[in-house]
Each structure stands twice: as structure tokens, then as C-alpha cells.
């Protein structure tokens, strides 16, 4: 039977539409998350995936790592490790589940040691220890290597390896030290010590195998990376996997990712060694080849150009006396065309006498200095005139001529000239100026007028 009554009931989400919408939710309001807890249930299925759980004393959540992101993780984690994540907060649809995508997996605690790596970094970084331009060059073929590890640790084995494989005729000293735990880094800064006062090494590797960030804090360290910095040996730092970076490597005039690496690049392979002597032995022997060639080749062209001496010192004597002959030619012309010169020459100085010209330069200096003489007669005379002329031009505007002729300058005490009666008063002390003498005296009156 139909039902023709509407249905007024709201529309039901079908479960997929609710964790659809759930899981969009969840994503879109936890964009990245950090959570800390104790690993709990962890598989590692053969696709490579990891599923686990992080829980604390309340509460779990499930979690999943997929392989293309797990791979860089070491140590593998294993039940009850204490571990940060970070990922995206999520829906599985398919079972409802509420979990964490995981992106980074790192033991807790580890950020905290992060922090201190970034801040000593900075620091020396800002001092300089960093620089290119202060690291050593390491040479090329070193005579003695150092060695600055455990004695126990695998660092020193696959070192001697390497280098009993690439050169064994280098000698290597080991300077041993613990590489883990808090007295390594004093021990690790006195070995580095002990190898420069010991003088022999001209390359120091320092390093160790690989571990945790806490198994190789030591060489991340203020005190070690500047007892690198400061030592006078090239040294190279061979620390860990090819992953593991630290301070000690920024800090090594030389970065190894492992101390097998180490030993490659400090080491010359004897095997190219040899091939090299054995290319420089094949190209000594062809050019010494090609030179006992050469050089038997001149000999027999020589030998075939040589004649015999008796014919050559015949031709040499008549070479001889022909070039005497020439010789004496050319004598004699150089003497008769020296003699028609010498001739030419003594008939040029007999025209050019210096007497003549002597007699004739003593004439002119004689009337040079009669004409002098005149001259200067003449201008004394006018000078004279002038002088005189000047004098008596001077004499006419002379206040001594004036003087002379009866007149006289009167001057008060105070050195002025009185020009007018009404600057005196009786009492006053004058001078009088006349031709041939001063006269001092006191005014006993004054009359002002012509009289």
C-alpha cells in the first residue's frame, strides 16, 4: 500500500557521509599537531608502515607512519619510548578511527638538545669558527695520521681498514678517548691536546661510529669545537652516519659522514699510486725512445755530411789568403782616403787661423769699450743735471727754506702746531721750531689781531 503522506523526518547521513565530514573537520581545524607520549602497540607490518599508539596515564591515540617518511628514523623505536610526533590530527573513514598521520618522530627530550645545537651554532657561527677561510688545507699526502677515538669502538677498525687497503705504509697514532658520556668531553679535548704537544701527526681525524643524538653529544660540545678550532693540526671530523651532523663537523677544517669516509679522503689509494708510477715509467721509456731516435738520426746525418779534413783545411788556406789579400786592399784604400782627408783638413784650419780671429775680436772689444765709456759719461751728466734740478725744486718747497727766511713752528706741550692765539693761555708751555734750533718757553700773555 502506498504511503501518500509526505515524510517530514530530517535526512539521515549515511555513516560514510559522517566520517567524510568528520575527517574534513578534524583537518581543517588541526592543520599540524606536536604530541608527546610512550610508544604502546607498535607493528611494522611488511608494506613498511608503522601503526602505534602514544598514550599517557589517561588517555591513547592511534597513530600511523608511512614508510617514505620512516626511513630517515634511527634508532628504530621500540615499546615504551618516550617520543614526540608531529603530523596531521585525522579520520580513518573505513573504521571510524580517530588517529594522527605522523610526518617526524623524534625521541623525547631531543628538542630541548635541538634547541642547544641551534644556539651554540649561532654562537660560533657569529664568532667566526665556521669560515672557510680559516679552515687548514689537509694535505694531499699526509706522513702521519692521528687518530682521536675509542680504542674499543668500531671508528678505529674500519679507520686502520681503510687505510691498510688505500696506503698501509702511512703510520696512524691513536689518542684514545671515551666518545659517550659526560667525562668525553674533557677527554676528548685532552686528546687533541696530548696529539698537538705530541708533534708527529700532520692530520688528526676525531670522531666515532654511529648512535643517538645523546650517544654524540659530546662532540657537540663548546669546549670541543674549540679545542678543534684552536688546534694547529689539519683536523677532519668523522662523526656518526652520513645523517649525523655536528658542531664538531662545522668546525673541522674537514667533514667526513663517516670515519670510513674519513679515511678515503685523507688517504691516496696505492693502486692509483702504482698506476701512476707505472703511466709515468711507459711515458719515460717512450720519450727516452723517441730521444735515442732523434739523436741517431743527427748522427747519421752528421756522419754523412762529415768530408775529409785534409780537402777542408786546403780550402780553409786559400779562404785565408784570399781574405789577406782583401785585407790589404782595403788598408790601402782606408790610408790613401785618410791622407786626402787629413790634406783637406789642414788646408780648412790654415784658412780658419785663430790669430786672425783673435786680432779682430781684440779691435772690437776696444771700440766696445770706448763706446762704453762715452755712454757712460753721457749719462752721468744728465743724471747730474737731473739731481740738481730736483734739489733746488725740493729746496723751494722745503719748510727749512722757509725756516731760513725768518719763519718759525710753534708746537704746545702736548707736541700740537698752534695756528691760532686763542689756542694758547698765559702759563702755557711752547716750543718754537726755527731754521737752526728749538726754543722752549712760557706764554706770559696773548693778544688775538694782525698786530
Not at 262 to 290: G, H, W, Y
Request: proline share 5%.
Amino acid at each position: 500500500m502506498k504511503n501518500v503522506f509526505p515524510d517530514t523526518r530530517p535526512r539521515a547521513l549515511s555513516v560514510s557521509e559522517l566520517n567524510h565530514q568528520a575527517r574534513h573537520l578534524l583537518e581543517s581545524s588541526f592543520m599540524q599537531v606536536w604530541v608527546e607520549g610512550e610508544l604502546s602497540g607498535f607493528s611494522r607490518p611488511s608494506s613498511g608502515h608503522w601503526y602505534f599508539s602514544l598514550k599517557d596515564q589517561k588517555c591513547q591515540v592511534r597513530c600511523a607512519m608511512f614508510r617514505g617518511l620512516n626511513q630517515r628514523i634511527r634508532p628504530l623505536p621500540k615499546e615504551g619510548d618516550q617520543v614526540r610526533i608531529r603530523g596531521k590530527v585525522t579520520l580513518y573513514e573505513n573504521r571510524g578511527d580517530f588517529q594522527i598521520i605522523v610526518e617526524h618522530m623524534e625521541p623525547a627530550g631531543l628538542g630541548a638538545l635541538q634547541q642547544a645545537f641551534e644556539e651554540l651554532k649561532r654562537k660560533l657561527q657569529s664568532e667566526g669558527l665556521f669560515e672557510v677561510g680559516r679552515k687548514k688545507p689537509i694535505p694531499t699526502l699526509p706522513t702521519h695520521i692521528g687518530v682521536v677515538t675509542s680504542p674499543t669502538g668500531a671508528a678505529i677498525h674500519d679507520i686502520l681498514t681503510v687505510l691498510a687497503r688505500r696506503c698501509p705504509a702511512i703510520p696512524v697514532t691513536l689518542y684514545p678517548t671515551t666518545v659517550q658520556g659526560k667525562p668525553a668531553t674533557a677527554e676528548i679535548v685532552r686528546a687533541i691536546e696530548i696529539a698537538q704537544a705530541h708533534g708527529v701527526a700532520d692530520v688528526l681525524v676525531i670522531g666515532r661510529g654511529g648512535g643517538s643524538l645523546e650517544d654524540l653529544w659530546c662532540f657537540n660540545e663548546e669546549a670541543v669545537a674549540r679545542a678543534i678550532a684552536a688546534c694547529a693540526i689539519p683536523t677532519v671530523s668523522a662523526v656518526g652516519h652520513e645523517t649525523d651532523v655536528t658542531i664538531a663537523d662545522f668546525v673541522a677544517d674537514l667533514r667526513a659522514p663517516t670515519p670510513s669516509a674519513a679515511a678515503e679522503k685523507i688517504s691516496p689509494d696505492q693502486n692509483d699510486m702504482l698506476r701512476q708510477v707505472n703511466d709515468c715509467e711507459f711515458r719515460l721509456a717512450n720519450a727516452t725512445r723517441r730521444a735515442l731516435q732523434r739523436l741517431n738520426t743527427k748522427l747519421e746525418h752528421l756522419s754523412a755530411r762529415l768530408r775529409d779534413p785534409r780537402r777542408e783545411l786546403l780550402e780553409k788556406a786559400q779562404r785565408l789568403d784570399d781574405l789577406e789579400m782583401r785585407l790589404g786592399k782595403a788598408i790601402a784604400q782606408r790610408m790613401d782616403r785618410s791622407q786626402v782627408r787629413s790634406t783637406h783638413l789642414t788646408q780648412r784650419l790654415a784658412m780658419q787661423s785663430p790669430r786672425k780671429q783673435l786680432a779682430n775680436s781684440r779691435e772690437a772689444l776696444d771700440r766696445s769699450c770706448l763706446q762704453l765709456g762715452k755712454a757712460m759719461e753721457r749719462i752721468l751728466a744728465k743724471l747730474q743735471d737731473r739731481l740738481e734740478h730736483t734739489a733746488g725744486t725740493l729746496n723751494v718747497v722745503s719748510p727749512l727754506a722757509t725756516l731760513g727766511r725768518g719763519y718759525a713752528i710753534v708746537r704746545d706741550d702736548q707736541g700740537r702746531i698752534i695756528r691760532n692765539a686763542a689756542d694758547l693761555a698765559a702759563g702755557d708751555q711752547i716750543s718754537t721750531r726755527v731754521a737752526n734750533g728749538t726754543i722752549t718757553a712760557e706764554v706770559t700773555s696773548v693778544s688775538q689781531g694782525n698786530d
